[in-house]
């Protein structure tokens, strides 16, 4: 199977005045395309980091990353920005919509910083607004919209410039379990009618059962590939 | 990003945050409302003292003591001897005495206060007629005048409750005088508001004895003005025995007009200018604020696409944005100020010009967008030099 993202001995080291802070220790770890694949760790294990490194947000301070077959751990913010924009959804805990924006609008946004026509924006934007189900509230902002409500339009938004991985930060963690789970069925659908590659970041074990694989991080470095749910034995 | 999407994205923030928009707006428009409006009065009173010159004509000069156009400096006046000494230059045709003084008028039982004058253009003179005005009724005065005056026509009509007609009496500093010509509108204000009277009359009723306020000599054809000028300068403050004496074109004395407007309005539109840099640094806080405020989605952003450069333009956008609506706003209250201070002035019988000049509009709405740009790029720096990572963790 294709990998689609790759770290290779993957380093960054934070220096916070005169103590050096070594959030990823020589992080390994592939992504084929089209899995359905989770990052586990507790906090401090260096999740947000390479949550950073695997969706283009920092460069590392060591080590190479790989998307697509390109080396990105050189590139200059810009091209980063380009990149991420086209190949990469981003999914987060708190939903990140811009305020002033209708559900549409925000949805639209993405294909705007790449010179998508207009016409085609707002056709596109209502179709993926359809495919989690928020035909009906596509006029409303989101302080219009319930937190379940939100994540949906998050979701769409990161499909719009149909990248090829959807990463997704700890997407139930402002949620309700009920919603919660909605949010990860709509998650596993899309994953089967899109065949997109959807890399979630996590400290809840009840979400690995969503997913086909999951990396389990400790000390900034993976200790562990489990497929399917984990248990709690395998993370102690 | 195509530019109309950044207007659309820009502007709909500055909605978001309306209050404090308008609060910021305020600053600019006043800079611009107060530029507009002084700009447009200036304008307008320079124009009107180049028309008050060019009646005076080009083939003359005219006389007057030191400080008569400026801070008085205790010099001597001029006298009948002056003007006798002039008389007898040969590059004149003529010379002609000038009077001119301001006195209570009263009519109907109302008082004003005008000038009364006994000048080069009204004297019952025929050689006056190269200045002369033209009536609309009645006739000039001539050499049995005493006691009659003409008038203009905003006096005859528009000053006092009762229109003053041929034939009515007014009162000028308590002394009867009959109307025997009305001029016609000139839409100068001292000229339609002006009482024109003989010279034996002016000179009792201010009790003058030999002094003249100045003295106008018409040139004759072929003669070089400039030197003239020198000469008659040099010779009259010899036989003066004072160096008090200017001697001045029509031309030159616009010229200095002109040159006080100038400074004046400097003075007064810097002055405004400093009220816009005020405004700017309003905007410049503004954006900072909404930088600081934004960090996250500025994050947001960045994580789904936007370069540096695109969100350097929101954010210059918006200031962009904030100095121009400033800028339209000003300009338009600024024409309305003008207008109604020309309003108000003409209630309280002064007529002020205004002159509405296309390119100070257009150069206002540019000048407010710059300082809107200006205000707004190191906001806008940083905001795009943000890194996502951090931002996207700022609370």
Known sequence: MKAIIKLEDVWKIYEL????????????LEVYQGEFLTVFGKSGSGKSTSLNMIGALDIPTKGRIFLDGKNISKLDESDLAQLRGKKIGFVFQTFNLIPSLTALENVMLPMMFQDINRD???????????DVQLEHRINHKPNELSGGERQRVAIARALANDPEVVLA???????????????????????????????????????????????????????KTV????TKEMIT | MEINEIIRLSFRNLIRRKLRSGLTVIGIIIGITSIISLISLSQGLEESITGEFARLGSNNIIITQKGLSGPPIGTKALTEKDLEFLEKFNEFEFVLPGYIKSAEVEF????????????????????????????????????NSRGDVFIGDVLAKDTFDKEIFINSNIEINNKRFRVIGILKREGSQEVDRIIGMSEEDIKELFDLEDTVNAINAQVKEGVDLDSLVEEVK????????????????????????????????????????ISLVVGGIGIANSMFTSVLERT??????????????????????????????????????????????????????????????LNVIIFALVFSM????????????QASRQKPVDSLRYE
């Open chain 2, 234 to 273: 040099r010779e009259l403050e010899d036989f003066r025995d004072s160096e008090d004496i200017d001697v001045q074109t029509p031309a030159q004395l616009q010229e200095q007009f002109s040159n006080i407007i100038g400074i004046v309005s400097i003075v007064v539109v810097g002055i405004a200018a």
């Open chain 2, 108 to 143: 109907n039982n109302q008082k004003v206060v005008t000038l009364v004058s006994a000048t080069a253009q009204n004297l019952a003179d025929e050689r006056a007629e190269v200045f002369g005005f033209e009536f609309a009724e009645g006739r000039n005065l001539n050499d």
């Open chain 2, 370 to 381: 710059v300082i809107g740009i200006v205000s707004g790029l190191w906001p806008a720096v």
């Open chain 2, 296 to 357: 996250r989605e500025i994050g947001v952003m960045k994580a789904i696409g936007a370069r540096n450069s695109e969100i350097l333009g929101i954010f210059i956008w918006e200031a962009a944005t904030i100095g121009l609506i400033g800028g339209i706003i000003g300009v338009f209250l600024g024409l309305l100020v003008s207008y109604l201070i020309k309003l108000g002035a003409s209630l309280g019988g002064i007529e002020i010009n205004i002159i509405y000049n």
């Open chain 1, 17 to 28: 005045g005169d103590v050096k802070v070594e959030a990823l220790r020589g992080l390994n």
């Open chain 1, 227 to 230: 497929k399917g749910a984990i």
């Open chain 1, 120 to 130: 085609e924006r707002i056709n596109r934007a209502r179709k993926l607004l359809e």
């Open chain 1, 169 to 223: 930060d700890e997407p139930t963690g402002n949620l309700d379990s009920k919603t919660g789970e909605e949010i990860m069925n709509l998650f596993k659908g899309l994953h089967k009618k899109f065949k997109k590659t959807i890399i979630m970041v996590t400290h809840d074990l009840g979400l690995t059962k969503y997913s086909e694989r999951t990396y389990i991080l400790k000390d900034g470095k993976v200790i």
